[in-house]
């Protein structure tokens, strides 16, 4: 283990408690709409914060703006008027 990520296993309020607290959050997001997900909210929070912290996309390319990945992630990459059409 680096020096550096024995201090921030050890120091109070380090990267591991900023990551838990986001991680309940997105889960309070969800948790109103448990009955209609496809996933255990937990799960989804998990893979959210995963996409959204790897967010800088392609090297080279633009970052995606937070707002298309929620899109994406709470509606999916498909155009249901244009699939139906």
């Given at each position: 283990?680096?020096?550096?990520?024995?201090?921030?296993?050890?120091?109070?309020?380090?990267?591991?408690?900023?990551?838990?607290?986001?991680?309940?959050?997105?889960?309070?997001?969800?948790?109103?709409?448990?009955?209609?997900?496809?996933?255990?909210?937990?799960?989804?929070?998990?893979?959210?914060?995963?996409?959204?912290?790897?967010?800088?996309?392609?090297p080279?390319?633009?970052?995606?703006?937070?707002?298309?990945?929620?899109?994406?992630?709470?509606?999916?990459?498909?155009?249901?008027?244009?699939?139906?059409?």
């Amino acid at each position: 283990m680096s020096d550096a990520s024995q201090l921030i296993a050890v120091r109070p309020g380090g990267r591991a408690t900023a990551t838990e607290r986001t991680h309940q959050a997105v889960i309070r997001l969800l948790e109103p709409d448990r009955a209609v997900l496809r996933l255990p909210v937990e799960q989804l929070a998990a893979i959210f914060l995963g996409i959204l912290m790897g967010r800088r996309g392609a090297p080279g390319g633009a970052e995606t703006r937070v707002e298309t990945l929620v899109d994406v992630f709470l509606r999916g990459v498909v155009d249901t008027a244009a699939a139906a059409g």
